[in-house]
């Protein structure tokens, strides 16, 4: 740890010394609400979350659950699902600079962006594959980083954990609303505005959009070029309708167009000796649209409560890039992708407050459901060959489709879960879930001119999987729970769209886990600190290798057996009034079993990689009032990252890493000025890289890290 990291790490203690009459800002304020209301209650505050698809308090559940409230995603300025991953222990995210490619990962587990092991949720909707899950935030209410399988009640792609991401609802009391402007280095330049509220007594609407553009971090030396910019304009549209006091429903549309640079990738060795510096003969660019809709109804009864949930999720990419990342011309390459997705679920539950009664000390809660999903995905990957690169004897351009794809999927699934209930101290939660889907490909590769055989596949697959889950959680006190939890997650197969000759298909990929853990509150309810220990075991793992035989391009291959052990801390203090301390620790150790090989090499006793050994985060917040309705506040926060392995050969790999974020400001009942500073010590750090053999001098290529950024917001509520 360096000395300037550990400062900042220790000023954040501090802040708990530091005097303050508000708990927060003064701008920091409900997003239902939109009002002033400083607390003077010194509290941690219950959090609400949707982990296990009912509304429940975080701290009564017996899983690793990590919301991140809007408080938070404010305070902090946060837009994006990788800032606010911080938070949560044991996660790492591995992005490249279009940001179309985010890749999460619990506890080891992750996958391909095609067939992810951990899966956003954005209000309610799965997001089938990570093209659409990473984008820019509008009235985002809350974020839920739900650690270990949770297949048992989600089904396919949730081994891992899942993200859940929830919009803030339309306000039915009065007209409100919000815009902020922040301002910044790299030309940094942002709008986002919100307003929402009442067209009848039992309709109200909303509506949020916003804009953000930046230069890109990373220059062509040959051109004097920014490779790596971004620009996007999103929006959101949201009615919430209340027909009767029973019945709620709800639509919610999003969208997003990101027009984004190039990859800011180059040869690892001479990305660390000339950082955000590269030389490629052409500048390419990836682009992204997004469209999502959703449609939620609920009804609750005096027993039961009934809820449906529609959704559709559209979007396409459109990428060109130098594929060899040197000066000469080697190898170009277009990749556009498309996807159309629609899912249902219907949910019927007891209605909150209203479990099944057996006696005096006997009672359950329960919910079943069904769920029916299609998604179809097509892509055209073409690589561009110099005249001569692929042989002396093909003295002329080639062109290679690697492939033409068109893969198409449908599922359904079932599940039921009920939990009892023992003089309101023992809970026992038994459930399973029971999914089928059917998978059809159609792969198509060929070149041009003709200078092979094309090669064409056509193959369909059915999968089926019975995933068991249970609980036993005990209240040691009014405000303490221990629990032990356990269950089975798993990965349908599939079929890759682009892989070498007989890899086009790989097969079922299933883990086993088991967690135990306490949550506890004290001193008061000024202090939360919830522990946790788990242990996964997994079979046929799934692992994203490179194409030794096409540049720049990957497939799902099964490796073998894996094993995840180890444990999490979170703790939350309220000290004082107008100062709030967080902190989250986690410790994983992941590896390859014995015999399990990748690319034909024994990868035994490696660790699973991009998996850092141990992340940690600590900061504090103080907020003290100036006069009536203004405030300052100022904020510090730390993250740590153990080292880590790039691929599963273990060969190159990311040291230990640190970022420091700092975020100070004015705050008034209808403006605010807010001066912000992310990785503030501009540390270096390349957090993914993978081989490119042949073209790489070193063998790897990657791309760096988000450098020091800094600027200033402007903000104002009406």
Same mark, same amino acid.
């Given at each position: ?91 790492? *995210? ?44 509008? %009235?985002?209410?809350?974020?839920? *980083? ?73 220059? +062509?030396?040959?051109?004097? +070029? ?34 984004? =640079? ?11 000796? +000339?950082?955000?510096? #590269? ?9 992204? %649209? ?33 594929? %060899? ?103 026992? #939660? ?93 001193? =008061? ?11 996964? %075991? ?110 599963? #050969?273990? #060969? ?8 420091? +974020? ?57």
């Amino acid at each position: 740890m360096s000395y300037r990291t550990f400062t900042v790490a220790a000023l954040a203690s501090l802040l708990s010394l530091t005097p303050a009459d508000a708990q927060t800002p003064a701008s920091y304020t409900s997003a239902s609400q939109q009002t002033t209301q400083p607390v003077a209650q010194v509290v941690m505050p219950s959090v609400t979350v949707t982990a296990q698809k009912e509304p429940a308090d975080a701290q009564s559940l017996p899983l690793s659950v990590t919301p991140v409230t809007w408080e938070t995603l404010i305070a902090a300025g946060i837009v994006n699902i990788t800032d606010a991953a911080l938070y949560s222990p044991n996660t790492y *995210f591995s992005d490249l600079s279009a940001r179309k490619i985010s890749n999460a990962r619990f506890r080891g587990i992750g996958s391909s962006p095609a067939n992810p092991g951990v899966t956003t949720y954005i209000d309610g909707v799965p997001q089938l594959n990570t093209n659409s899950s990473s984008i820019e935030f509008l %009235d985002v209410e809350q974020i839920e *980083f739900v650690r270990g399988p949770q297949s048992g009640l989600y089904g396919r792609n949730t081994l891992g954990g899942l993200i859940n991401i929830n919009s803030v609802r339309p306000s039915l009391y009065d007209w409100h609303g919000s815009a902020t402007v922040p301002i910044g280095n790299f030309s940094t330049r942002e709008f986002r505005g919100s307003i929402t509220g009442p067209l009848t007594p039992r309709l109200a609407f909303s509506v949020a959009g916003g804009y953000a553009s930046r230069d890109g971090f990373t220059t +062509n030396a040959l051109t004097g +070029n920014d490779l790596d910019s971004r620009s996007a304009v999103f929006g959101k549209g949201q009615l919430l309708w209340i027909p009767t006091a029973r019945w709620e429903t709800r639509l919610i549309v999003h969208g997003e167009r990101a027009r984004d =640079g190039d990859y800011a990738l180059q040869d690892l060795t001479a990305l660390r000796a +000339n950082g955000y510096e #590269t030389a490629r003969d052409f500048e390419g660019e990836t682009e992204r %649209d997004i469209l999502g809709a959703t449609f939620i109804a609920r009804r609750e009864g005096d027993r039961v409560s009934i809820t449906s949930t529609s959704g559709l999720v559209a979007w396409q990419t459109a990428d060109s890039t130098d594929l %060899d990342y040197t000066p000469l011309d080697l190898i170009r390459r277009t990749n556009d992708e498309e996807s159309l997705q629609l899912t249902q679920e219907l949910r019927i539950a007891s209605a909150p407050g209203a479990p099944i009664r057996f006696s005096d000390t006997a009672s359950m809660r329960w919910q079943t459901g069904v769920s029916v999903f299609t998604q179809n995905y097509e892509q055209d990957a073409v690589n561009m060959y110099a005249a001569g690169l692929l042989s002396p004897m093909l003295p002329f351009p080639i062109t290679q489709h690697t492939p033409q794809s068109s893969l198409g999927d449908v599922g359904i699934g079932a599940y039921a879960q009920g939990t009892l209930t023992l003089r309101d101290r023992l809970d026992i #939660t038994l459930g399973a879930r029971f999914d089928h889907e059917s998978k059809d490909a159609e792969l198509d590769t060929f070149y041009e001119p003709q200078i092979a055989p094309p090669t064409a596949v056509d193959e369909s697959e059915s999968y089926s999987h019975i995933s068991p889950q249970f609980a036993i959680a005990y209240a040691v006190g009014p405000s303490s729970m221990a629990y032990v939890s356990g269950g089975a997650g798993y990965k349908a197969g599939g079929f890759n769209p682009a892989s070498p000759a007989g890899s086009e298909a790989y097969g079922e990929e299933q883990a086993r886990h088991i967690e135990g853990g306490v949550k506890s509150t004290w001193a =008061g309810g000024r202090v939360t600190a919830n522990a946790a220990v788990f242990f996964i %075991d997994w079979d046929n793992l799934q692992l994203n290798v490179p194409n030794p035989f096409v540049p720049g391009q990957f497939f799902i291959a099964n490796t073998g057996e894996a094993t995840s052990k180890g444990a999490e801390l979170e703790v939350g203090v309220r000290p004082a009034t107008g100062v709030s301390l967080f902190g989250a620790f986690g410790m994983t150790d992941a590896v390859f079993g014995d015999g399990s090989r990748a690319l034909g090499l024994d990868v035994s006793g490696n660790d699973i990689p991009t998996t850092p050994g141990y992340t940690a985060t600590v900061g504090g917040q103080v907020t003290r009032q100036i006069v009536r309705s203004w405030a300052w506040y100022a904020r510090a926060e730390a993250a740590f990252f153990g080292d880590f392995h790039y691929d599963e #050969t273990n #060969t190159v790999g990311q040291d230990a890493y640190s970022l420091v +974020n700092l975020r100070a400001g004015v705050n008034g009942r209808r403006y605010s000025v807010d001066v912000w500073v992310r990785n503030a010590f501009d540390t270096f750090y390349v957090p993914i890289a993978f081989a490119y053999p042949g073209l790489a001098p070193s063998g790897y290529i990657g791309e760096p890290g988000r450098p020091r950024t800094f600027g200033a917001t402007l903000g104002i509520r009406f």
